[in-house]
T-cell receptor, first 114, second 114 residues
Framework: AQSVAQPEDQVNVAEGNPLTVKCTYS??????LFWYVQYPNRGLQFLLKYITGDNLVKGSYGFEAEFNKSQTSFHLKKPSALVSDSALYFCAVRDNNNFNKFYFGSGTKLNVKP | EPEVTQTPSHQVTQMGQEVILRCVPI?????FYWYRQILGQKVEFLVS????????KSEIFDDQFSVERPDGSNFTLKIRSTKLEDSAMYFC????????????FGQGTRLTVV
């Protein structure tokens, strides 16, 4: 069965420090992995995706994510956090054998303190 | 930049009433989705729609729910007889063909059932 886990409900980090938001996945076929961000009272905005190739993918707003096949993980990272990065982050996976839907994680609230 | 638009942004309805949530997906997209999110929690899959028919639906999507693409541009979600527990944020999304493509989400409709 396809699933995504985000083990942390909340991540707190000081502005200027590196941040990591964790995600692990389970799919039957090859995974297509995505990160979305949600600001208060807004829809989900696409940040980045991994399809194939280089395990480190770069996306919007300075975010990047590292695909690790052996650990079935796709952690979101940023070298230097900004207060404006504070939001809800969702990891999602799509199975290349069934692209009828995206499976979303439960979300991680990122708090960046000045 | 093309975007998915949803109307209304907020809908208040009495329990037992029918509601129709409207979405205009991005014009060259082929797959359409409805998701819902209760109080900033997990994003839950409701239904996917392709080639004018439902391709997959979740257990949430019972007989009270229906979707339609009446005119080739709008994509609607109808709830026939709303319940209190239907109160949520409803997101429409669309993608181009292919599992590797990211979904573009609308801003959502906040449905409040009283």
């Amino acid at each position: 069965a396809q699933s995504v886990a985000q083990p942390e409900d909340q991540v707190n980090v000081a502005e200027g420090n590196p941040l990591t938001v964790k995600c692990t996945y389970s799919v039957s076929g090859n995974p297509y992995l995505f990160w979305y961000v949600q600001y208060p009272n807004r829809g989900l905005q696409f940040l980045l995706k991994y399809i194939t190739g280089d395990n480190l993918v770069k996306g919007s707003y300075g975010f990047e994510a590292e695909f690790n096949k052996s650990q079935t993980s796709f952690h979101l990272k940023k070298p230097s956090a900004l207060v404006s990065d504070s939001a809800l982050y969702f990891c999602a996976v799509r199975d290349n054998n069934n692209f009828n839907k995206f499976y979303f994680g439960s979300g991680t609230k990122l708090n960046v303190k000045p | 930049e093309p975007e998915v638009t949803q109307t209304p942004s907020h809908q208040v309805t009495q329990m037992g009433q029918e509601v129709i949530l409207r979405c205009v997906p991005i014009s060259n997209h082929l797959y359409f989705y409805w998701y819902r999110q209760i109080l900033g929690q997990k994003v839950e899959f409701l239904v996917s729609f392709y080639n004018n028919e439902i391709s997959e639906k979740s257990e949430i999507f019972d007989d009270q729910f229906s979707v339609e693409r009446p005119d080739g541009s709008n994509f609607t979600l109808k709830i026939r007889s709303t319940k209190l527990e239907d109160s949520a944020m409803y997101f429409c999304a669309s993608t181009r063909r292919g599992a590797e493509t990211e979904a573009f989400f609308g801003q959502g409709t906040r449905l409040t059932v009283v």
